[in-house]
């Protein structure tokens, strides 16, 4: 199961910041009366009016040209940084799935339990920065408070996942033999593994998140651009977890009640798992 699909999380983050209809310029007034006759003769006739995209970003405060000019280059800087950094965002989280792993799980019988902080993955913005928008002073800036909060927010989330028991290993209830071999788990859905910590990679605080990283109340629409990356993240995100497999966790441990030829078989107790990266990679 591959992780956050690129196409899903920039449609949604682009239909988020749509929602916003913005307007360019901002806070425009038609001026009115003599004013309004001189700004119209100010300009040629084609000039005037210009056919308007409604699939851009943002939307022109008029159909002069000159507005409808300003909408089409600042659509291509945000949709551009938007593609870029949602791409970056996904690349990180199939990095990051391919070297995540569970670790001190115990196995009782078929049950497999872990506590919060069972399991383990790299820093998630250490997978996002390499492919992120970098080729200006701006533009690193916008990517690293989205790359820096989003990490925070994912370590949050994965430092409190638990496995609460899962009946992943069924062989292990009657086993005959002193000790059980390695053995994968039954797949499992990783919304299965609960974390406290859910609400951390829900959209409102991934914003505020972002946001504070920026730490620039002046920047140019980026609270309209950091809620809608957080909306599309959140959403990709709930749809991941329970799309997601958590599978080849070996488990294996001793069978102490075994004594043949009285007790031939019987349950894993004090059991363990081989914790190596690959338990989300496929």
């Known amino acids: 199961m591959p992780g956050f699909q690129p196409a899903m999380l920039k ?7 749509k929602a916003h209809n913005i307007t360019l310029p901002a806070d425009w007034e038609q001026p009115t009366g003599e004013a309004g006759k001189q700004y119209v003769d100010a300009f040629k006739p084609n000039e005037r009016v210009a056919p308007i995209d409604p699939s851009k970003l943002f939307t022109p405060a008029t159909p002069n040209k000159y507005h409808v000019d300003t909408v089409s280059k600042m659509h291509t800087e945000f949709d551009k940084f938007i593609d870029g950094i949602c791409s970056a965002i ?30 383990d993955g790299p820093e998630l913005k250490n997978l996002i920065m390499p492919t992120a928008p970098q080729t200006t002073a701006n533009l690193r800036k916008f990517s690293k408070a989205v790359a820096d909060h989003l990490s925070e927010a994912w370590k949050e989330w994965q430092g409190q996942v638990t496995v609460p028991g899962l009946p992943w290993y069924p062989a292990f209830a009657a086993f005959p033999s002193p000790t059980a071999p390695p053995m994968p788990n039954v797949p499992t859905p990783l919304i299965a593994c609960p974390s406290a910590m859910m609400t951390k990679m829900q959209a409102p605080m991934l914003k505020q998140g972002m946001v504070d990283k920026l730490g620039d109340s002046e920047a140019y629409h980026h609270a309209e651009l950091f809620d809608a990356i957080a909306k599309g993240v959140a959403a990709v995100f709930t749809l991941w977890l329970p799309m997601q497999q958590v599978m080849l966790v070996m488990g294996k441990g001793p069978i102490p009640t075994f004594a043949p030829p009285y007790v031939p078989v019987g349950p894993v107790l004090g059991g363990d798992i081989i914790s190596a990266p690959g338990h989300l990679a496929a």
């Not at 449609?11 to 910041?17: D, E, H, M, P, S």
């Not at 792993?101 to 019988?109: E, P």
């Open 11 to 17: 449609q949604l983050t682009k239909a988020a910041f």
């Open 90 to 119: 996904c690349t990180g989280v199939d990095l990051w799935r391919v070297q995540a792993k569970f670790k001190d799980i115990q196995i009782a019988a078929v049950s497999a339990i872990g506590a919060p902080g069972c399991l």
